[in-house]
């Protein structure tokens, strides 16, 4: 089977590092067209930065990397250096990248593309806020139908928030942007944080990649000794949760996830539960499913697969 062709839109943060690690030690499987970056954990000049410094990490110095949106569609931008730090990639110490940024802008790139490749061949996996992806399909709406799928991290249900009670980060900073992607009548598999709370790097699973005895398992180990204080402390969870990386993940092993294809609507107008995936679980809005809305994984299968692809780079 050829493999998978997509665009992954992200905003590192260490564990969308993690996430373009996986994606780029798994060959056989997908394909990265090209990557993306959206102002999210920290501004864009840090995240288009930080993918580039991934990249030539993995030994990638001919990716393309393209810088997109710097703002939310209709806010102020909100970002995270509580989580991951001032520079959004802190704990390892890297190189400065060498590797150019594109000219392009990111949403001319995800627009082009999905008109150049076979329509449904392409699948964009968005690992931050939507904005990027919710611009595109606002400029050319001709896009949506020739879009294979969507799947990104984002949203909560029996988890709540993690940014505020009830909204989960990436849909809390472009709420708009959500509502546009989640309204897209693409198909969508949403990995919420009910599944990537149980993503947790426990000190073993850590351990083992620092055994790993490279550079990219150090690397690694160090971000997630960093961006794991934040959800200890918080949650007095057992390790860093790897949001992004069930995305990229499912792309290679969709069996180790389960869920539900229902209805998620984003709530974009109430203060109070500003960006919360308002997720039919219980199907009793009688409104039309519109995501897969993944609720649990097979844990020691996705670090199986996530050391084992990561000691290839
Ligand atoms: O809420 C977790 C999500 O927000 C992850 O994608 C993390 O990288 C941040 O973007
Ligand atoms: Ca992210």
Redesign the pocket.
């Known amino acids: 089977m050829s493999a998978r062709k997509i665009i992954i839109d992200t905003?590192p943060?260490q564990?969308?590092a993690v996430a373009i690690l996986l994606a780029l030690a798994a060959p056989e499987e997908i394909e990265v067209l090209g990557i993306t970056a959206v102002a999210?954990?920290v501004p864009l000049h840090l995240t288009e930065r930080n993918a580039r410094i991934v990249c030539e990490l993995a030994g990638r110095h001919d990716m393309r990397v393209f810088a997109g949106c710097d703002a939310p569609l209709k806010r102020k931008l909100v970002t995270?250096e509580h989580v991951?730090g001032k520079t959004g990639l802190e704990g390892p110490v890297l190189p400065d990248p060498t590797m150019p940024l594109q000219d392009l802008h990111a949403v001319q790139f995800i627009i082009d593309t999905l008109r150049a490749e076979p329509e449904g061949s392409v699948t964009l996996c968005p690992?931050?806020p939507l904005t990027n992806i919710a611009t595109a399909l606002t400029e050319a709406p001709d896009i949506a139908p020739r879009v294979a799928e969507i799947v990104l991290?984002?949203g909560a249900y029996f988890e709540v928030g993690?940014?505020t009670p009830t909204a989960?980060?990436?849909i809390y900073v472009d709420p708009e942007a959500a509502e546009i992607v989640f309204k897209s009548g693409i198909s969508i598999t949403a990995m919420p944080?009910d599944v990537?709370h149980k993503a947790l790097v426990t000190a073993p699973r850590n351990d083992a990649f620092r055994a790993l005895g490279t550079p990219v398992g150090s690397a690694v180990a160090q971000m997630t000794d960093f961006f794991e204080r934040f959800d200890k402390e918080k949650y007095g969870s057992a390790g860093a949760p790897l949001?992004?990386p069930c995305v990229t993940a499912y792309l290679i092993r969709p069996d180790l996830f389960s869920g539900r294809h229902i209805n998620v609507e984003i709530e974009t107008r109430s203060d109070l539960t500003l960006g919360m995936t308002v997720a039919d679980w219980w199907r009793v809005s009688g409104r039309p499913a519109n995501a897969t809305f993944m609720g649990d994984l097979d844990a020691e299968g996705f670090f199986t697969l996530l050391t084992e692809r990561l000691a290839r780079l």
């Open positions: 905003d943060g564990d969308d999210g954990n995270a991951h690992l931050g991290m984002g993690n940014i989960e980060f990436n944080l990537t949001h992004d």
